[in-house]
């Protein structure tokens, strides 16, 4: 049996699986001149312009064909769909430090446990929260600040005139999936596009509604945070409209097949030019609560690169902070939360973090849409 193999090399590059995509073209380049870098994807010939420009290399790496895939490297950020943890199980049996941001909640979940039945030698860092684990490192900078945490509610402004890959809309094939979250420290089912309400993401206000994120399983894990909600919404608020009311007729639930995937997908892949990723996390603690506005003029796929960059540094010890651990780790683990706005200011994502006032910080003062 043919078996991928990647071997450690502590001066070797870092592979980017699937880093000449939108996410992983913006992540190149944010680490130009820190590290040696080695493209890999199925289609290798796409990255040639970028590694002239980055004096880089790209091979072919194609996840579902049988092939092996063989290298040395320093680290690896997997930036595709992972469907087959074949990216992961290569890493954890090379003893490579590992960072991972494409990740869906149940994809997440799997990987957790494959991690830690492997006994890894390295630090994996699963950083598939939102924005490339953004949101999850807010939340730990707000948490310390407050001392303890009760919930983390974040509002998700989706721009549809924003440049995306074609994986920026997978959650679109969860859309007909109950997910399970933590409300009052208890489980709860709850049925995407529920839920809905408005509320004002920087200068706009956002119709947004229940959405399938994974930082909903690892806050209360990581932060013990009793109830932890995500909710997203488009730029244009007649399309979440839209899209609420499809979700109330079932057509998510009955059109999960991959025959209709295409038409998932038209809902909402329509790539523009650019547009400003925007995010609202408020997180509440017994002593009052912190809300943060969070935003990258340049985009979400900016935005979701410098998360992978901070997540790249952190299992390389490259961030100012101790050395990261081998063995499974999330973004919120950061032994230094206090460092997280600083560094994403730094990466040019603009933090606005301000008191909650006791009405907003109460869920029923949020105005149901």
Request: proline share 7%; aromatic share 4%; with cysteine.
């Amino acid at each position: 049996m043919n078996i991928d193999q990647l071997v450690h090399d502590p001066e070797g590059p870092i592979l980017l699986v699937g880093g000449y995509g939108t996410v992983g073209a913006e992540l190149a380049r944010a680490a130009r001149g820190r590290w040696p870098l080695l493209f890999a994807g199925r289609s290798p010939g796409k990255a040639a312009e970028l590694c002239r420009e980055l004096s880089a290399e790209a091979r072919r790496w194609d996840l579902s064909a049988p092939e092996p895939f063989h290298a040395s490297v320093r680290a690896v950020v997997s930036l595709v769909n992972d469907p087959d943890d074949r990216v992961l199980r290569a890493a954890l049996g090379g003893g490579i430090p590992y960072v991972d941001v494409t990740r869906w909640t149940a994809r997440m979940q799997r990987a957790v446990a494959l991690v830690s039945l492997g006994s890894p030698t390295a630090p994996t860092l699963l950083s598939s929260g939102w924005m490339g684990g953004v949101v999850p490192l807010v939340a730990a900078a707000l948490a310390e600040r407050l001392g303890s945490v009760e919930s983390v509610d974040t509002a998700i402004r989706y721009d549809l005139a924003d440049r995306a890959g074609a994986d920026s809309v997978e959650f679109m094939d969860r859309l007909g999936v109950d997910f399970e979250v933590l409300e009052g420290g208890r489980g709860k089912m709850v049925s995407p596009l529920t839920s809905a309400r408005t509320l004002a993401i920087g200068q706009d206000r956002t119709r947004v509604a229940r959405i399938d994120t994974p930082e909903q399983f690892t806050l209360p894990l990581t932060l013990g945070a009793r109830t932890v909600t995500t909710r997203i919404g488009f730029s244009s608020n007649s399309s979440t409209s839209t899209l609420i009311a499809l979700g109330r007729t079932g057509f998510f639930r009955h059109a999960r097949g991959d025959c209709w995937r295409p038409v998932r997908r038209r809902l909402l892949y329509s790539p523009g030019e650019g547009g400003t990723a925007a995010v609202r996390i408020e997180v509440r603690g017994p002593g009052g609560s912190l809300t943060a506005t969070v935003t990258d003029p340049r985009g979400q796929a900016h935005m979701t690169a410098v998360g992978g960059l901070l997540g790249l540094r952190r299992v390389l010890g490259d961030d100012g902070a101790p050395a990261a651990r081998a063995g499974l780790a999330f973004p919120e683990s950061h032994p230094l939360p206090a460092t997280v706005l600083p560094a994403l200011e730094a990466a040019g994502v603009l933090i606005d973090v301000v008191p909650s006032s006791p009405a907003s910080s109460a869920p029923s003062s949020v105005a149901a849409a």
